[in-house]
């Protein structure tokens, strides 16, 4: 069973880097690939840290990856089922669209569907992050644990200090200890977003 | 406005039509003026209408031109009899207690390129300054190369449902438009309720209990007549006569 995650932000930001070394730790790096980056993308241009974890790349979009279009699985908020411990049988590659999603959701994953006509299931209503969908899906295909059987936490707020706090409006993974799973260094992040200003983002 | 008989709902209805059309209207005109509401008071004669900001001075324009031209508009607009609306521009006191006010401070600081953090920081210590209960300021949205999220910054003490909550708390929410999407802010302030000029003084489960009063001596039980005085008087008087 492997990952594709078709890579549709800009380039590579902290944010994305940091999720996809969270997914390469999670699945092994030779479970995961790169799909569809930019024509004429160099070994030059993908992140040191995510080379020094082996990721595997290309170029090609996520169908040239598989033999046929029926072994892929696109994992999609607006799909009619649900994904189900019995679609391991099914499918061999799983395929996630490497988004920085917005709330309310634009439905980028939708440019992937009408791309390719792949077979699309559910991972609940709530828009999770890449690194998080990439988890539950491993849940449910190789620990054939039923999504209803997953802990999640939503929407968390994350306490900095008495008077700030980040409220990030996705669904989590819960740990043990009833905190949501998020990549390493992901909430000293978030709060150096604080520190941005609109200039930044223009 | 002409003269006719509207049935008295009709009349309440488009009494406030007219106010929120002229709220949003000045909403938008006069943002950069720290316009923080209206007041519509209609006399026998005329309409009033009080435009509260914080910068009254470019609110009246040079020599009162802004404010001639606010009046002209709102005249045309209405169609009302020349001279039978006027115009008048008051200064806000406690700009720090008002939300839309802050609300729009606080959208100004940020496309003046100001970081979040410290805009957000800034509006929070004004308000608390000014003397609030408490604040709480919210930006959300989604910037570049990151994930949408809600940054919230608080301060204070703060209540969220209730009738005090409708008491005591005012609310704005702002969007400000970029390229790729809508960062919304939100800014809610509570004011102290012991500094309230009318209704409740303090919240409905606020219970003070008042220190003992001290033990005073209670004195041993007497008589006063009021009947001797006048007995003693007669007898004197009887005593002189006789002597």
């Known amino acids: ?202 | 406005m002409p003269e006719v008989l509207i049935s008295k709902k009709r009349k309440l209805v488009a009494d406030g039509v007219f106010y929120a059309e002229l709220n949003e209207y000045f909403t938008r005109e006069l943002a950069e003026d720290g316009y923080s509401g209206v007041e519509v008071r209609v006399t026998p004669t005329t309409t009033e209408i009080i435009i509260r900001a914080t910068q009254t001075n470019s609110v009246l324009g040079e020599n009162g031109r802004r404010i001639r031209e606010l009046t002209a508009l709102v005249q045309k607009r209405f169609k009302i009899d020349e001279g039978k609306v006027i115009l008048y521009a008051e200064r806000v006191q406690d700009r720090g207690l008002s939300a839309v006010t802050q609300c729009e401070s606080l959208r100004y600081k940020l496309l003046n390129g100001l970081a979040i953090r410290r805009a957000a920081y800034g509006v929070v210590r004004f308000v608390m300054d000014s003397g609030a209960k408490g604040v709480e300021v919210v930006v959300s949205g989604k910037l570049r190369a990151a994930r949408a999220k809600s940054m919230k910054f608080a301060d204070g003490f703060m209540i969220h449902s209730g009738q005090p909550a409708k008491d005591f708390i005012e609310t704005a929410t702002r969007h400000v438009l970029l390229r790729q999407g809508v960062l919304g802010i939100k800014v809610k302030i509570m004011r102290d309720p012991a500094a309230a000029r009318t209704g409740p003084k303090a919240l409905p489960d606020f219970v003070k209990i008042h220190e003992p009063k001290d033990e005073r001596e209670v004195p041993a039980p007497f008589v006063k007549s009021y009947v001797a005085e006048p007995v003693v008087e007669a007898e004197e008087a009887e005593e002189q006569a006789t002597a």
């Open chain 1, 1 to 202: 069973m492997k990952y594709i995650i078709e890579h549709m932000e800009p380039g590579f930001t902290p944010w994305v880097v940091l999720e996809y070394s969270t997914i390469i730790k999670e699945v092994g790096k030779e479970n995961l690939i790169l799909t569809s980056l930019p024509e004429g993308t160099t070994e030059a241009d993908i992140p040191q840290e995510l080379i020094d974890l082996g990721i595997q790349w290309t170029t090609d979009e996520c169908i040239s990856i598989a033999e046929s279009r029926q072994s892929l699985c696109l994992l999609d908020p607006a799909a009619s089922q649900d994904l189900t411990p019995s679609d391991s049988e099914k499918f061999e590659y799983f395929v996630f669209g490497g988004i920085l999603g917005d709330h309310p959701p634009r439905d980028r994953t939708g440019e992937l569907r009408k791309k390719y006509g792949l077979e699309g299931r559910r991972l609940g209503e709530l828009q999770m992050t890449t690194d998080t969908a990439v988890r539950s899906t491993q849940l449910i295909i190789q620990n054939q644990i039923k999504f209803e059987d997953i802990t999640f936490i939503d929407y968390p707020e994350i306490r900095f200090n008495r008077y700030e706090a980040t409220e990030m409006p996705f669904r989590y993974v819960m740990d043990k200890t009833g905190k949501p799973i998020l990549p390493d260094g992901m909430i000293a992040l978030i709060k150096k977003d604080t520190e941005q200003s609109l200039d930044d983002l223009l």
